[in-house]
């Protein structure tokens, strides 16, 4: 017997339903600049939860990298935006998280443990006034 579209009643249905939670987990971060070339296999965005703290005093990224080795973890920050590259077996992830404020670069510290990424950065100082004379 031939498998056609008829054999699956749902298939619409979870199509539907697949369609719309991508769409609602695209615009659930602001902050995760996700690159929409890229497929479900390579990168950041279907499965890989970012999460960004900030507090009066420091900004806290902590991003989920299942499967990877803590030496195949590179990161880069500008002061605004944290590039996250990683590599595992299966999959290489190219994330660029956009900061929610300024933040000292070379204040970073970072750590990873079971699969967690939490990299803790100084807010940069604000501008002093500048007084006319």
């Known amino acids: 017997m031939r498998r056609d579209d008829r054999d699956e009643p749902f298939d619409d249905l979870f199509r539907e339903i697949e369609r719309m939670m991508n769409e609602m987990m695209n615009g659930a971060d602001a902050n995760v600049d996700f690159d929409s070339s890229s497929d479900v296999e390579n990168g950041f965005g279907m499965d890989t939860h970012v999460d960004i703290h900030e507090t009066d005093d420091e900004v806290r990224v902590v991003a989920d990298l299942p499967g990877v080795e803590k030496d195949n973890i590179e990161l880069e920050c500008d002061g605004t ?3 996250i590259s990683a590599e595992s077996d299966h999959r290489q992830y190219d994330e660029r998280v956009s900061l929610p404020s300024p933040v000292n670069e070379h204040t970073a510290s970072a750590t990873y443990n079971n699969g967690v990424l ?4 100084d807010r940069a100082e604000q ?3 500048i007084s006319l004379e």
């Open 81 to 83: 935006t944290l590039t």
């Open 118 to 121: 939490e990299v803790v950065f």
């Open 127 to 129: 501008s002093s006034d």
